[in-house]
């Protein structure tokens, strides 16, 4: 019997960033208990044993980190800055979108910096640990938003992020950093803005991406025993975004549903139907559709948590819905 897979989402983040200290000394990692404690989940656990000149700990002051990281990065560093909750870099905001976005087109110097923002929901979590930020930074030009949603992923995105030259948003979800297993790192090598067919289908596509990647092969996997069978498409970096691989799923399938985790409120999945609609509308069999989570705080019960966001249940009933417009 071969052995069970045993390199998690979480190993895959931590072992990216020790090879890339390892490998390009201009590489430092920077953050609140990032050091001696290992960070908030343990992604940066033994980094500063190994590397003590490319590890600090920082003040509790997000905008300070990202305000230090830019000026590393503008004299040839690349930083990577660890947000202990992605909902904390709000405090950061300024610094990321006026700051690091911007400061290649105003100047012509760039500004390589990475920051590491663990997101989405986990049971008890509540409202300030559990957002959904990618929404937020793929608004402003000049910012790279990648969402991994495999081990592979979490690899090799976190490793072409930290060496490209421009500002990166890395989220990660926190939902998959230890049950999502693997043998190895070995992916599909595909890069930075280029999306991937996870699972084949004829009769409808789902686009989605970070942990909703999983949620939809569940509810697809159960419609197959219905008669349906469903493409999943994951987007793994949402800006930019690959319109060509969603397009040709479309064309495929005739039918679409953009899922996410985030607030229902404008987003990706609003940009995915937007898209298909303007280029894509006589490719469709049937209104395109969307699934978020619902449009409030995000709630700390688990039972609520599990209603609040979207599951093989609810995906499985509005792909039922779309299949029979």
């Known amino acids: 019997m071969p052995a069970a897979p045993s390199i998690t989402y979480i190993d895959a983040i931590r072992d990216a960033q020790r090879d890339l200290l390892a490998e390009h000394p201009e590489v430092f990692v920077y953050g609140q208990d990032v050091g001696k404690f290992g960070g908030a ?5 033994g980094l500063q044993e190994a590397f003590p000149s490319q590890v600090y700990d920082s003040p509790i002051s997000e905008d300070a980190m990202i305000g230090l990281a830019i000026g590393a990065a503008i ?14 870099s709000s405090v950061a905001f300024n610094q990321i979108v006026n700051q690091a976005a911007t400061h290649y087109y105003r100047t012509g110097v760039p500004i390589p910096l990475t920051v590491r923002m663990p997101c989405g929901g986990t049971p008890g979590s509540g409202p300030f640990h559990s957002q959904m930020v990618e929404s937020i930074y793929s608004h402003y030009p000049g910012l790279v938003v990648v969402t ?5 992923d979490a690899y090799c995105l ?14 990660e979800h926190k939902f998959l950093y230890r049950w999502l ?3 190895n790192y070995r992916g599909d090598d595909l890069p930075i803005g280029k999306a991937r067919i996870t699972r084949p289908g004829k009769h ?4 989605t991406y970070s942990a909703m990647v999983h949620e939809a092969v569940r509810a697809a996997d159960r419609l197959s025993e219905e008669g349906w069978e469903i493409e999943v498409v994951d987007l793994r970096t949402v800006k930019p975004l690959d319109t060509d691989t969603v397009m040709a799923s479309v064309a495929r399938t005739g039918r679409l549903l953009a899922l996410g985790e985030a607030f229902p409120w404008g987003g990706v999945t609003a940009e995915v139907v937007a898209r298909v609609v303007q280029d894509g509308f006589h490719l469709l069999d049937a209104p395109p559709q969307r699934l978020n989570s619902r449009d409030t705080p995000v709630p700390y019960h688990p039972n609520l948590w599990a ?3 979207p599951t093989p249940e609810s995906i499985c009933d509005k792909l039922r819905q779309l299949l029979t417009l």
């Not at 989940?41 to 656990?45: I, L, R, V, Y």
């Not at 976190?158 to 989220?171: G, M, R, S």
């Not at 409808?204 to 686009?207: D, L």
């Open 158 to 171: 976190l490793k072409e992020a930290v060496l490209a030259k421009d500002p990166v948003i890395y989220c």
């Open 148 to 152: 991994p949603a495999t081990v592979a």
């Open 307 to 309: 209603a609040h966001r």
């Open 75 to 88: 004299e040839g560093m690349h930083p990577i800055v660890e947000m202990q909750f992605a909902d904390f």
């Open 41 to 45: 989940f343990k992604a940066t656990q």
């Open 204 to 207: 409808a596509t789902v686009v």
């Open 181 to 183: 297993k693997a043998e």
